[in-house]
């Protein structure tokens, strides 16, 4: 049997590890064809590129929508081609497949959330009002929504998942980095880190 420690982790575990940065190549090894058919297409994200000056233009904005909501509020899908990008889901679009994937992972989200050991209070979903995602060894969201605590007191909060629709182990299929109250501009709020500590990942890995 191979001791823990020796066990290297997947490209895609070491990449979890560490936040997601919008210069890097989308992680698709390893993707199965549900997942790439739900992508945006790279005939669909280079459709309408115009200039060299105009596409300048799509990525200072595209850019600046990040740095601003750190990819939770990309409004559109740009033309540039953007490595790793974030795009809009349409969540009036009763055919999206993501709408299937979507509920499961707030839940979890949530869940994680509610057993935190620095739980502000309990809180139960109520509504999405926003969802961006990009292609990275799974689907990646940017989950926006409304949930409501014991009280009936709404907020707005904020969550990261990464969900990968293949995979059979429910403790990988859904893994969640970030949850958060949605912060006002210019102000911080205390964010949770959900993902589980590298130790458990390695375990998880190795099905100990």
């Given at each position: ?11 895609l575990?070491e ?8 210069e ?15 992508a ?5 994200s280079?459709s309408g590129s ?5 596409e300048e ?5 595209y ?10 509020g990309i ?5 540039a ?7 809009p ?9 993501h709408?299937?994937y979507?509920?499961k992972?707030?839940e979890?989200a ?10 502000a209070?309990r809180?139960?979903?109520?509504d999405f009002?926003?969802?961006t ?17 014991a009280?009936?007191q709404e ?5 990261q998942?990464?969900?990968q629709?293949?995979?059979e182990?429910?403790?990988?299929k859904?893994?969640?980095y970030?949850?958060?109250?949605k ?9 949770y880190?959900l ?7 390695r375990k998880?890995?190795?099905g100990?």
């Open positions: 049997m191979i001791a823990t420690e020796e066990v290297q982790l997947p490209l575990m990449k979890l590890l560490r936040r997601p940065s919008e890097e190549e989308p992680l698709t090894e390893g993707v199965n064809s549900e997942a790439k058919a739900a945006p297409s790279e005939s669909e280079e115009g200039s060299d000056s105009d233009a799509e990525l200072e904005q850019y600046q929508e990040l740095e601003e909501t750190e990819g939770y409004s559109r899908r740009f033309n081609r953007i490595r790793g990008g974030i795009a889901l349409d969540l009036t679009d009763e055919d999206l497949i709408l299937e979507l509920p992972c707030v979890h949530i869940s994680l959330y509610n057993q935190h050991e620095d739980c209070a809180i139960e979903f109520v009002l926003q969802v995602y990009a292609l990275r060894g799974g689907f990646l969201y940017f989950i926006t929504f409304k949930a409501k605590d009280s009936g907020k707005t909060y904020q969550t998942v990464l969900y629709p293949w995979e182990d429910p403790e990988i859904m893994l969640a970030q949850f958060r109250e912060p006002e501009k210019g102000k911080q709020v205390k964010e880190d993902l589980p500590s590298e130790e458990r990942l998880m890995m190795c100990a």
